[in-house]
């Protein structure tokens, strides 16, 4: 399932075979958390761009247009005419954002819709069906992500809470697998990491998931209120105790940097809403660093974003032009530029693979790095 194919110092390149396609590693989920990437973006434009693994949000799903619907539909895959893999998240973060209006207990959370105000409860259990439901190629174990810092005694009691919560939902999806009628008997389960930024408690958590022989792992709790200083800290000292042969997800980051310093402590799969954010609010991503297309000296620029890009909207408009688009407020400048940060983002990837196969990963990284540092334009005008 799981095949390493080269590795430069804890740097891993691998595939991950699936129900739904191979998965090339180390790799980006591009983010679309109601089964559709922000920006106007489609599935038929996702091919084009590059992307192999489309991410959505059970508990944004579950509430809209719901699960069951979904199902009824032929499962997520389906119902976004996407047909290659998918990770759904459990619901877990959602615990953790939606804090003031949560009541966490052993039996899982209660809360309420951030649209309406209406009482939803999601255990274990509850995160499974859902995601079941959905039919994604990857499901993610229900778990809660506490805010750094927290206190010891409370992360200790989140942690042991969420392994047995893992042990729960290991349970309930090898009974959803089962059923007949189920979208996808192959769903796979990761198990999280958490712990905050107690390295003790994140390196025996990694220990005791470890034991469960599952797919694969994530990391959790990360980028979440600590400096990256400390999440790469938390990583060097955690990463090694989870098992070698397995992919490592590190949830929710990050930034080009957070991923160069990441996939150099032995992560394979990440997903952030940056690319995405970032380009809808006139940011983009180069190879020659971070632009801000609002600011008035694109104003006549006809270069594209980035000359050696070969995203379709560098090869078809100038920055002048998507300027205008920004401006103006239209929808159109929004979806250009989520386009061209995506296609940045998946290609990026495929060069960190290039360079862990070819073994100059560290040149690879120390280059990038100085590029990103050194280009940092956020200035609007």
Request: with cysteine.
């Amino acid at each position: 399932m799981y095949k390493l194919i080269a590795t430069d110092g804890m740097a891993k390149r691998a595939t991950m075979e699936t129900v739904h396609g191979r998965i090339e590693t180390p790799v980006f989920m591009n983010v679309g958390t109601a089964a559709a990437i922000k920006g106007a973006v489609d599935a038929s434009d996702l091919k084009q761009i590059g992307t192999q693994v489309e991410l959505s949000n059970t508990y944004h799903l579950h509430l809209r247009p719901g699960d069951k619907t979904v199902k009824a539909l032929g499962g997520i895959r389906r119902f976004m005419n996407w047909d290659g893999p998918v990770l759904t998240d459990s619901g877990g973060f959602q615990v953790f954002s939606l804090a003031s209006l949560r009541n966490i207990k052993e039996e899982g959370v209660t809360f309420r819709s951030h649209i309406d105000g209406h009482k939803i409860f999601m255990g274990p259990e509850e995160s499974m069906e859902i995601q079941s439901n959905l039919g994604s190629t990857i499901a993610m174990a229900f778990d809660e992500c506490v805010k750094n810092p927290s206190p010891r005694e409370y992360v200790q009691a989140s942690v042991d809470r969420t392994t047995r919560w893992l042990e729960r939902c290991i349970k309930k999806i090898k009974v959803l697998n089962s059923l007949e009628d189920t979208v996808n008997p192959h769903q796979l389960l990761f198990g999280i990491n958490q712990g905050g930024v107690y390295k003790d408690i994140r390196i025996d958590h990694a220990k005791r998931i470890s034991e469960f022989d599952l797919p694969g792992y994530a990391v959790g709790g990360l980028a979440v209120g600590e400096s990256a200083e400390e999440m790469y800290d938390v990583l060097d000292h955690m990463v090694p105790h989870l098992p070698r042969n397995k992919p490592v997800y590190l949830m929710g980051v990050g930034t080009p940097s957070n991923i160069l310093e990441a996939v150099d402590r032995g992560v394979d799969f990440f997903d952030c809403v940056y690319p995405s954010r970032n380009g809808r609010h006139g940011h983009v991503y180069t190879n020659h660093g971070k632009m801000n297309l609002f600011n008035a000296k694109y104003g006549l620029d006809q270069r594209p974003i980035d000359e050696k890009c070969g995203c379709p909207t560098c090869r078809n408009y100038s920055r002048a032009y998507l300027r205008h688009l920004l401006k103006a407020g239209e929808m159109l400048g929004m979806r250009l530029l989520v386009l061209h940060n995506l296609w940045f983002y998946n290609h990026f990837m495929e060069e960190i693979r290039c360079a862990i196969e070819e073994h100059r990963f560290s040149a690879y990284k120390k280059q990038k790095l100085e590029v990103f540092n050194n280009n940092k334009e956020e200035d609007s005008l």
